[in-house]
Nanobody, 127 residues
């Protein structure tokens, strides 16, 4: 059974940093693209960043300068480093693993490409 468990969410002040973790069990992470998403109540889940099997990342312009995704296949963990957090970053953050869908040299933020999802971790940015 595949399981994704996110952790690291917290209440922080604007300008602070956080690192989220997503630990995956039940599959060989090496053959998959992985992504991070976030969702606020009443809105669609938005894709933020993804990393392919070659550890090459893509991020949306809205977070490209502040967020960084990384992966450790040996540890079966994906990380999201978030710097200079803003109140508008407040959301539940999710990691996701693709079917696999993407080639080893690509990844994307098409929600239907991702089969496995974690339960989410809450990030709140407030003074």
């Amino acid at each position: 059974q595949v399981q994704l468990v996110e952790s690291g969410g917290d209440l922080v002040q604007p300008g602070e940093s956080l690192r989220l973790s997503c630990t995956v069990s039940g599959l060989n992470l090496h053959h998959h693209a992985i992504s991070w998403w976030r969702q606020v109540p009443g809105r669609a889940r938005d894709g933020l960043t993804c990393i392919n099997q070659n550890a090459e990342a893509y991020s949306t312009p809205s977070v490209r300068d502040r967020f960084a995704i990384s992966r450790s296949d040996a540890e079966k963990t994906v990380y999201l480093r978030m710097n200079n957090l803003k109140p508008e970053d407040t959301a539940v953050y999710y990691c996701a693993v693709d079917y696999p869908y993407y080639r080893d040299d690509s990844c994307g933020l098409v929600r239907s490409a991702y089969k496995y999802w974690g339960q989410g971790t809450q990030v709140t940015v407030s003074s």
